[in-house]
């Protein structure tokens, strides 16, 4: 019996079918690979941050005890005391055979000089304590916090490392009388920023960014959700709102640093307002985030049915009515969501605070919008510049935190979302 004659255009469309076929396992095969890839450089980026960054949750304390020598304090103001002084002898006192200057430098080198200003406290709120000796747990020197952290290799020559062998000697023997101890650093979330590392923290740029944000936020949300329901539901659709609507699309797009500029041109040599504080970055975010704002709040807006509008209209409602009773409502879940997201890149940003000097070194927690002031991003742009071992770890640290901070940020945002999102 014949065999059927194959129909050479049905072969023809099979051979294109089966190229068309691979194409799109090789498209899907290198999304996929994409997608992995992605995966895998941000478990890295994790990775790196969170190993190079947990040790600073931890922070090393060495037990002394302390002489509170009335000699010491024959002045009325307890704070003009010799803290350190007191320190010292303790130190002295405990090892007794140290007796070189150049070794006693060495043996004071393993307490903190902020350990005088926990002394201090300590006696201001118990005055009481003056010719007494207590037992008290104090901060030590960084150098000694990475050593026993594991930061520094105890097997290196003494060449090569910051502690020498009589410094690891006494720490060995004060370990030993179980004098050293590492707790949680709470230091780490209730102090300003320090030049010493041990003593350094994240509450001051917490506040800064605080304050900075809540001027962000202050301004940027009415003018941004304003702007946008004129253009979108009151302004007449011409050349002069085309403009308008390109020049707020580019300047989505500028680059973060020239609102730096023109913020310094701006705000503090035109208006001479004062550098570094938050009331300056917060203008600054603001110009900067506003694009952002009105780009989603329109978007928002032109969800909403038309129906919505003409069924308000057709019932005799006027047109402001109308935008404030109905549309604006059912808009309002995706402005918030916008604005949120905008003000997480505000918060993320440090380019335009440069500009208007809040790099500074600031050591007191700012009280308002006018105090001087660091954000959390500066403060870790600051701390990534410094030498000391132990502030690499305070930089991770501070970056975990100011992560986790854009993440609730983004998990609110879709929250709102998905809570008030209506379909139509």
């Not at 903190?112 to 304590?129: D, E, H, R, V, Y």
Request: aromatic share 10%; with cysteine; net charge positive.
């Amino acid at each position: 019996m014949d065999q059927p004659a194959t129909n050479p255009a049905i072969d023809k469309v099979n051979r294109g079918l089966k190229r068309r076929y691979r194409a799109e396992r090789r498209f899907r095969l290198c999304g996929a690979t994409a997608v992995f890839a992605a995966l895998c450089f941000l478990f890295i980026l994790f990775f790196s941050i969170v190993s190079s960054g947990y040790k600073a949750f931890q922070k090393t304390f060495i037990q002394i005890d302390v002489f509170f020598d009335p000699a010491e304090f024959t002045n009325e103001n307890l704070a003009t005391a010799n803290f350190p002084a007191l320190i010292k002898a303790s130190m002295s006192s405990r090892f007794p055979e140290v007796t070189a200057r150049r070794d006693k430098k060495d043996l004071y080198y393993l307490i903190s000089p902020g350990a005088s200003f926990q002394l201090m406290k300590l006696i201001k709120n118990n005055p009481a304590l003056i010719g007494q000796k207590e037992r008290i747990w104090v901060s030590a020197n960084d150098d000694v916090d990475m050593l026993l952290k594991g930061n520094i290799d105890r097997t290196r020559p003494e060449s090569e490392r910051r502690i020498n062998d009589k410094q690891l000697a006494w720490l060995d023997t004060l370990a030993g009388e179980g004098k050293i101890k590492k707790t949680f650093n709470m230091a780490f979330f209730t102090l300003g920023d320090s030049r010493e590392p041990e003593q350094a923290g994240i509450w001051g740029a917490t506040c800064g960014s605080f304050y900075t944000l809540l001027i962000t936020l202050s301004l940027s949300f009415p003018i941004g959700v304003a702007a946008a329901v004129y253009l979108e539901e009151f302004a007449p659709k011409n050349r002069w709102t085309d403009i308008i609507e390109v020049n707020i699309n580019n300047l989505a797009a500028v680059p973060s640093i020239v609102y730096g500029l023109l913020g310094l041109a701006v705000f503090i040599n035109f208006f001479g307002m004062p550098r570094s504080t938050p009331v300056v970055g917060g203008l600054v975010l603001t110009l900067m985030t506003l694009p952002i704002i009105i780009i989603a709040s329109r978007a928002s807006l032109k969800s909403v049915p038309p129906s919505i509008r003409e069924a308000a209209l057709g019932i005799g409602a006027s047109k402001m009515q109308m935008v404030a009773h109905h549309v604006l409502p059912l808009a309002l879940p995706g402005m918030l969501t916008g604005t949120i997201i905008g003000m997480a890149h505000a918060l993320g940003e440090t380019a335009p605070l440069l500009m208007v000097g809040m790099v500074a070194f600031i050591v007191d927690i700012p009280q308002g919008f006018t105090d001087p002031a660091t954000v959390l991003p500066v403060q870790i742009y600051l701390w990534s510049d410094s030498p000391e071992r132990a502030f690499m770890e305070k930089t991770s640290a501070a970056i975990m935190v100011l992560l986790v901070f854009l993440f609730l940020m983004n998990a609110v945002a879709i929250f709102l979302r998905k809570r008030f999102e209506i379909k139509w």
